[in-house]
């Protein structure tokens, strides 16, 4: 919290003895990310893309791209209470304002909030699992609108198309992340085209392909958009089913 309100860069890392121990074969590769994230901190690219050679309908738009994900803490057990409790969570954004002129800028923010409260918002929550839930002393119900609006006064850009990546959210929350969210963003954006994509990582849907002389997994890169959902298969698999 010291780092975020006086603008200092930082770079948290959750470490222990037990559990490098397991990841002998993968350090280099935790190592790497991590001093990418750093440098990506520090104002410079570590991977870009062109966005109007990527998708043709962003060409000679301002575009400003959101990713937004909330943390939730490990409840813990209290013996004197006799209850569980559960710390705060912690929402953010991260903005990207790709402007028209191959400019760029980056903005983030983070908002406490409600214990196992998912949904940027002012939301009905019905907890009955009798843990105690702790609260921020201040909560800000229309955070994701004030976000956007300070992107474009600090960085005086009006964006044509605002792309929203939301992460975390499960098939149960879908509706009150959509009445909630997106009016948000079309407040703070007015005249703007907002596209809201849900990211599940998490799905139960299999799908299988139809060989020469077996039925084994689709090759990645396959793109399946004849659902309600667009399904994305990024990588092969030996093993299993790809879901």
Same mark, same amino acid.
């Given at each position: 919290?010291?780092?975020?309100?006086?603008?200092?860069?930082?770079?948290?890392?959750?470490?222990?003895?037990?559990?490098?121990?397991?990841?002998?074969?993968?350090?280099?590769?935790?190592?790497?990310?991590?001093?990418?994230?750093?440098?990506?901190?520090?104002?410079?690219?570590?991977?870009?893309?062109?966005?109007?050679?990527?998708?043709?309908?962003?060409?000679?738009?301002?575009?400003?791209?959101?990713?937004? #994900?909330?943390?939730?803490?490990?409840?813990?057990?209290?013996?004197?209470?006799?209850?569980?409790?559960?710390?705060?969570?912690?929402?953010?954004?991260?903005?990207?304002?790709?402007?028209?002129?191959?400019?760029?800028?980056?903005?983030?923010?983070?908002?406490?909030?409600?214990?196992?409260?998912?949904?940027?918002?002012?939301?009905?929550?019905? #907890?009955?699992?009798? #843990?105690?839930?702790?609260?921020?002393?201040?909560?800000?119900?229309?955070?994701?609108?004030?976000?956007?609006?300070?992107?474009?006064?600090?960085?005086?850009?009006?964006?044509?198309?605002?792309?929203?990546?939301? #992460?975390?959210?499960?098939?149960?929350?879908?509706?009150?992340?959509?009445?909630?969210?997106?009016?948000?963003?079309?407040?703070?954006?007015?005249?703007?085209?907002?596209?809201?994509?849900?990211?599940?990582?998490?799905?139960?849907?299999?799908?299988?392909?139809?060989?020469?002389?077996?039925?084994?997994?689709?090759?990645?890169?396959?793109?399946?958009?004849?659902?309600?959902?667009?399904?994305?298969?990024?990588?092969?698999?030996?093993?299993?089913?790809?879901?």
């Amino acid at each position: 919290q010291f780092c975020t309100k006086n603008g200092y860069i930082s770079q948290c890392i959750s470490y222990s003895d037990k559990d490098w121990a397991k990841r002998e074969n993968n350090r280099r590769s935790i190592i790497a990310n991590i001093k990418k994230q750093i440098i990506n901190k520090f104002g410079y690219l570590c991977w870009w893309i062109d966005v109007g050679m990527s998708a043709p309908v962003l060409k000679n738009k301002d575009v400003l791209m959101i990713g937004i #994900d909330v943390y939730h803490s490990k409840k813990t057990y209290k013996e004197g209470q006799s209850s569980w409790r559960q710390r705060r969570s912690i929402g953010a954004f991260v903005g990207v304002l790709a402007g028209k002129d191959g400019t760029w800028r980056t903005c983030s923010k983070v908002v406490a909030k409600v214990a196992r409260q998912e949904i940027m918002g002012k939301t009905k929550t019905s #907890d009955k699992s009798g #843990d105690v839930l702790e609260a921020p002393s201040i909560t800000q119900d229309d955070a994701l609108k004030e976000f956007v609006e300070r992107v474009q006064a600090v960085h005086n850009f009006k964006p044509d198309v605002v792309i929203v990546y939301r #992460d975390g959210v499960g098939d149960s929350m879908l509706d009150q992340a959509r009445d909630s969210e997106v009016p948000q963003i079309q407040k703070a954006a007015k005249g703007a085209k907002v596209s809201y994509v849900v990211v599940q990582k998490r799905i139960h849907t299999r799908f299988l392909i139809q060989g020469a002389n077996q039925i084994g997994n689709p090759p990645s890169g396959t793109v399946i958009d004849q659902f309600l959902s667009l399904i994305h298969i990024s990588e092969p698999t030996r093993q299993a089913e790809i879901s």
